[in-house]
């Protein structure tokens, strides 16, 4: 059983800072790549950023340049430093894992979400 577990959102004022991690459990043998999204209340969750086994990074053109998505050494870890933040961040982020290879599957899993919110 596969399982991620985010921690370190909460409530920053618009131009502050937080930091997301996102810890993947289980008997993992590999991980393609591992992301977070957001999702806001009436909008559909989106792609924040991204990052493969190989190092490459995929981010949302609204965060570039503010967010920062990167892994611990035991790369089954995933931060998502995020600085100068906006309201229009505001949004539950979720963590995925994409590709995960165990001892008996390869699926995609996800995160409960961690709720951040941006006040102006």
């Known amino acids: 059983q596969v399982q991620l577990v985010e921690s370190g959102g909460g409530l920053v004022q618009a131009g502050g800072s937080l930091r997301l991690s996102c810890a993947a459990s289980?008997?993992?043998?590999?991980?393609?790549?591992m992301g977070w999204y957001r999702q806001a209340p009436g909008k559909q969750r989106e792609l924040v950023a991204a990052?493969?086994?190989?190092?490459?990074?995929n981010y949302l053109d609204s965060v570039k340049g503010r967010f920062t998505i990167s892994r611990a050494s035991a790369k089954n870890t995933v931060y998502l430093q995020m600085n100068s933040l906006k309201p229009e961040d505001t949004a539950v982020y979720y963590c995925?894992?994409?590709?995960?290879?165990?001892?008996?599957?390869?699926?995609?899993?996800w995160g409960r979400g961690t709720q951040v919110t941006v006040s102006s």
């Open positions: 990052l493969t086994r190989g190092g490459s990074t």
């Open positions: 289980g008997s993992i043998f590999r991980i393609n790549a």
């Open positions: 995925n894992a994409n590709g995960v290879l165990t001892t008996t599957q390869t699926g995609d899993y």
